[in-house]
């Protein structure tokens, strides 16, 4: 059952926000980018492409995707790329490789391209695996290190959270130090879900240290999207020549292709040539492969996606305060607020309203992840949470 209202009023004032809305985001985006607005007018969003949901649209804010779509640039490349997709994709593998070096000024042997992320963590996890390690991980973070390690039959150490589920990092170098064998520390910097960063001055000083025996993993899938200074990312480290880290990086989010599966890894050559022994030689698909170039040259979509998030979050944050619903401070495309009813109930209201959101993420079992979708799709369901506060289910 629906619980949406068929009043007219209440749907033709949701509209008259999102025309408002819109036009924020253009002139925004515009100041953002230094370009016009009609340079905007060709980004797959806008209150024109906007429909309110219903049960065959929902509005899907559950799985911390780019509801943006890829840069037209990129949707371009990839569909271009079917007519030659019966070759591999060897030149433009290597081109992509030397592309995602420059940017982060490094050689082209500190770098691995991987299906996503996950290839990345699990073919770190299977390389620093042997007999006698360990994965240490915090209380409440991104669950496929623990997967991956579980398969590999690694022990995982958690370390309790500090207060708003932020980083033990001081629990996190007892536990490595309290181990008799190798240590893995997997970081996820944005962490999913809560959405928080660990501050740099946490972080380099321990990778720094060099611990014996010890690798980082530093996910930072979500990086493009911090506005807090206090975060660095490690890639200037490995730059330096640190050999006990590992970047791991995504096209799924900023660049919004998280169904083409494109990621990589950064470090010292010594550790790329220990994860190639555990990914697929590269074979990363034609399509993902010409749309990741494609979207790397095309530097205003990324600040437009960067500045649409901003407004997207700025919307959800202010209905959030009005209900007074605690909140964590998101650097990222999604947010983790308190729930003042049971999470499932919670969910079901929201699926009701053709809204989906966020799974359990024990032991935070009194929170809910919602991701960041358009500034025209979380106006609408800034003002579906409103109306919830108004039947007292929030």
Known sequence: MNFMPNDNKVVDSKRRSL???????M???AV????????????PTGAATFTPPGADNPIRINFNENALGMSPKAQAAARNAVAKAHRYAKAEITA????????HQISPSSILLTAGSSEGIRAAVEAWSPLGSQLVIPELTYGDGEHFANIAGMKVTKVKALANWAFDIAGMKAAVASHSGPSLVYLVNPNNPTGTITPADLIEPWIKSKPANTM??????????VNDKRFRSVSPLIAQGMDNVILLKTFSKIHAMAGMRVGYAVAHPNAIALLERHVAGEK???CGVDAALASMNDPAFIAYSKKSNDLSR??????????????????????????????KDYQQHMADANVLVGRAFPPADNWCRISLGTPQEMQWVADTLRQ???????
């Open 27 to 29: 002139g925004s985006a």
């Open 284 to 286: 990363i698909n034609f």
């Open 32 to 43: 953002a980018t230094g370009l016009s607005k009609p340079a905007f007018a060709v980004a």
């Open 388 to 394: 919830f506060r108004n039947k007292g289910w929030v």
């Open 19 to 25: 025309l408002k809305l819109s036009g924020m985001l």
């Open 216 to 225: 980082f993993i530093v996910d930072e899938a979500y990086a493009e999207f």
């Open 314 to 343: 700025q919307i959800l944050l202010k209905a959030l305060d009005e209900l007074q619903l605690p909140y964590l401070p998101s650097e990222g495309n999604f947010v983790f607020h308190q729930l003042k009813t049971p999470l």
């Open 96 to 103: 992509l490789g030397q592309k995602v070096a420059e940017y």
